[in-house]
């Protein structure tokens, strides 16, 4: 597999339960109309796929577990903002167009 072929795999989308949510851009009302107020985050194929130097290929970040429990990690959370409101069991997502490889390293920081 090539970077042009990981470009080429689909997004993976999350879709969760929204409680009390109020946004003015709703996506989810065309992906799942009888669940117009859910939230769905998308995940990219590069933020499931790497590249393993050592194997020197590429390999899936992503794990599909029988027990259909699992970890939604840093690659996951890749181009969002999320809030974590522990004393109400909440989640919030927003995208984000933060470029982690534009913050300046301690070494060149001024």
């Known amino acids: 597999m090539d970077y042009e072929e990981v470009l080429a795999l689909p997004t993976i989308l999350f879709q969760f339960k929204a409680v009390n949510r109020s ?50 990690g840093a690659n996951f959370m890749q181009g969002h903002d999320i809030l974590f409101d522990h004393d109400n069991q909440q989640l919030g997502f927003a995208e984000s167009s933060c470029d982690w490889t534009a913050v300046p390293s301690p070494a060149t920081a001024t």
């Open 23 to 72: 946004v003015a851009v709703n996506y989810t009302v065309v992906l799942d109309p009888d669940n117009p107020n859910d939230v769905v985050v998308a995940m990219p194929p590069t933020h499931y796929i790497a590249w393993d130097p050592k194997a020197r290929t590429y390999v899936t970040r992503v794990r599909f577990e029988r027990n259909f429990e699992g970890v939604l």
